[in-house]
């Protein structure tokens, strides 16, 4: 009996061209390579004044340092553009906002200064902006409100108080806030985000870094959906945001997985379902943003796929608890496997992201990808067995 139809349509809709004749590791390189090369760039601007804490943001974000901290007082209107090989965010930081400056323009001078330098294709714009306050100045002057505003005429504007070492509940705090709040500025949300992007120790006293996840969270939602994926993926702080761009991955390969017709079950051995799910697989790591290289997923979980697929563990792992009529693979069967395949890889990365971004243990991405691959392995031999 074929498979299904419409199910190989869907199939090779997403699949690298001629996958009817790739090996599975290849298939699994050229599906996570094109799936990264094609996510669109995140364009974030900060600016705000020097010394504010909008390069130490931008580290927080990506989770190391890209943005060199501290630096001299600028004397020009420049902007930098901080990239990271595999991070799909371009980070726009203008610094040269001067105390006093005319500041008519100002706005338009960054936005044309992004364009011409950076942005050269007609689609691209900055998708965000955060104007950056330190909350221990205890004021936003006049100039910086016209700032914001201008900004606000072509993109959502974030204002981010940084450096906020107190709580919330803090009287001076409360006070700042409620005075920003009764200018009514064009800005996302209505108010202020506070955030500590990095810990600081004050004597004995060490205070946490805090809010770069809820500025993160905010960012990803202002996002349109074409880029929302990108971002997650890009940034450090949530790993949850990753695993909800993965899961919409898990949903499209169980999607097309239910589309399989009645199939007896060896000739899925090695056959289209495995292939979706290599796909699958290689799709989720970009969206977690890792990297796994082929060979690797080659040598320790490829061939435990096949296993999986193949009729004898089948009926053991699943048709137990799935009734099923003969020896015959159907599109239930084919989704429910998918989509717990893709769970268990969506878990295994995850596991080894907080293990990267602990720092008590700041995993190297070869450990993280060895750890990733031993845990899937077990976690499909777990599968297996049950
Ligand atoms: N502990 C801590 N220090 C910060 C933070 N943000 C800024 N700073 C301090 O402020 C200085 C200037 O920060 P930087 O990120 O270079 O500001 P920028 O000029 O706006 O890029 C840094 O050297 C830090 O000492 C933060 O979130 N936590
Ligand atoms: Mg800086």
Redesign the pocket.
């Known amino acids: 009996m074929a498979v299904n139809e419409a199910f190989l349509d869907a199939l090779t809709s997403t699949l690298p061209r001629g996958w009817r004749s790739m090996s599975n590791d290849d298939v699994y390189g050229q599906q996570a390579q094109a799936e990264a090369t094609d996510q669109p760039k995140v364009n974030v601007l900060l600016t ?1 004044m ?8 931008i580290n927080g974000v990506i989770g190391h340092e890209v ?1 060199p ?3 001299g007082r600028p004397v020009t209107m420049t902007v930098d553009e901080y990239t990271e090989p595999g991070v799909p965010i371009r980070f726009f ?1 203008s610094r040269g906002i001067e105390l006093g400056e005319n500041v008519d323009g100002t706005s338009a001078r960054i936005s044309k200064i992004i364009r011409e330098q950076y942005l050269r294709d007609d689609d691209e714009f900055v998708d965000v902006a955060l104007y ?1 306050v330190n909350e221990g100045s205890w004021r936003l002057l006049d100039f910086e409100e016209k700032i914001i505003t201008d900004l606000a005429a072509t993109m959502p504007v974030f204002l981010v108080l ?2 906020c070492y107190s709580d919330a509940t803090d009287t001076q705090s409360v006070a700042f806030i409620k005075d920003i709040g009764a200018r009514n500025l064009p800005i996302v949300g209505g108010r202020p985000m506070r955030v ?5 120790r004050f004597g004995p006293a060490w205070v946490p870094p805090s809010g770069l996840g809820e500025l993160v969270e905010a960012i990803y939602q202002e996002l349109p959906n074409a880029k929302k994926r990108s971002f997650a993926r890009g940034q450090a702080v949530r790993i949850e945001l990753k695993i909800t761009e993965a899961r919409k991955v898990v949903a499209w390969a169980t999607g097309v997985a239910a589309l399989i017709g009645a199939v007896p079950l060896p000739i899925l051995d090695s056959g289209p379902l495995s292939t979706l799910q290599i796909a699958m697989l290689a799709r989720i790591q970009v969206a977690m943003g890792l990297n796994i290289d082929k060979e690797s997923m080659a040598r320790a979980v490829l061939p435990v796929l096949a296993t999986m697929n193949a009729g004898r563990s089948l009926s053991k792992a699943l048709l137990t608890f799935i009734p099923v009529a003969g020896t015959a693979i159907n599109g239930t069967i084919a989704a429910t496997m998918t989509g717990a395949l893709g769970e268990a890889y969506i878990q295994a990365c995850a596991l080894a992201l907080r293990q990267v971004n602990d720092p008590n243990r700041r995993l190297s991405a070869a450990e993280a990808q060895s750890l990733v691959v031993a845990e899937l392995r077990a976690r499909l031999t777990r599968f297996l067995k049950s």
């Open positions: 705000g020097a010394g504010v804490g909008k390069s130490t943001m943005a901290v501290g630096v930081d950056c940084t450096q500590l992007a990095q810990g600081r």
